[in-house]
């Protein structure tokens, strides 16, 4: 005969028969890009300019592409966004965009699917690959987004450039010398090009 107490009992009846407790986590969202190390010659470097750092919930305020074919710069996109949000005064001292600067801007829907047409199935260069692909795919309600072959500079220069303390574009364009107007969409851009050429080079 069980002399323990009643409560003892029954507690543990409860663990034998309760579901082990699992902290809920949001599921993992697949990646719907194709990360790559491989040279390419013709590619879209790409630099978007945000709100905040969540994409879905935040907000593109700043659009920069720019293609280049055999390494060349053929055509660039380069336009402020409207959010229909307010931008914070955080992100104004970040990147220099104020509300009043994107109050006239195209909205996001006006846009996205040009830029789908003006990166037209290359692969894209970014660095910090992650961060602005995340915005792009986060579109995919307004207009279809491919599979890109992506090419994350940040990578690159990880496996190439061991002489900085870290690959921050701000600390690789210093060490390349590069002029550099940084946290502007087209500025960064142009220095995401330099850093990949300087890598496809070493490599």
């Known amino acids: 005969m069980d002399k323990r107490d009643p409560n003892q009992i029954i507690d543990q009846k409860l663990r034998e028969t309760r579901p082990p407790w699992r902290r809920r986590q949001a599921p993992a ?12 010659e013709n590619y879209v470097v790409l630099d978007f300019e945000t709100t905040g750092l969540k994409a879905g919930s935040d907000k593109i305020i700043q659009i920069g592409a720019v293609k ?14 409207n959010p229909e949000c307010h931008i914070s005064n955080t992100i104004t ?3 220099g965009i104020t509300n009043a600067d994107v109050k006239d ?3 996001i829907e006006e846009i996205a699917h040009e830029l789908i047409q003006f990166i037209e199935g290359l692969p894209i260069v970014a660095h910090n690959a992650p961060f602005d692909m995340g915005f792009l ?12 072959t992506v090419i994350d500079t940040v990578r690159l220069a990880r496996k190439v450039i061991t002489e900085t303390p870290n690959h921050k574009l701000g600390t690789l ?22 850093i990949y050429q ?5 490599m």
Do not use: W
């Open 105 to 107: 801007a195209p909205v």
């Open 29 to 40: 969202q697949p990646k719907k890009y194709k990360s790559s190390m491989k040279i390419e």
């Open 93 to 95: 001292r970040i990147t």
């Open 173 to 194: 364009s210093q060490f390349l010398e590069l002029e550099h107007n940084a946290h502007d969409a087209l500025g960064d851009c142009l220095v995401t090009a330099e």
């Open 68 to 81: 280049y074919i055999g390494h060349n710069r053929e055509d660039t996109m380069y336009l402020l966004i």
């Open 198 to 202: 300087y890598c496809a080079a070493k």
């Open 137 to 148: 795919y986060a579109l995919e309600e307004i207009t279809p987004i491919p599979e890109y």
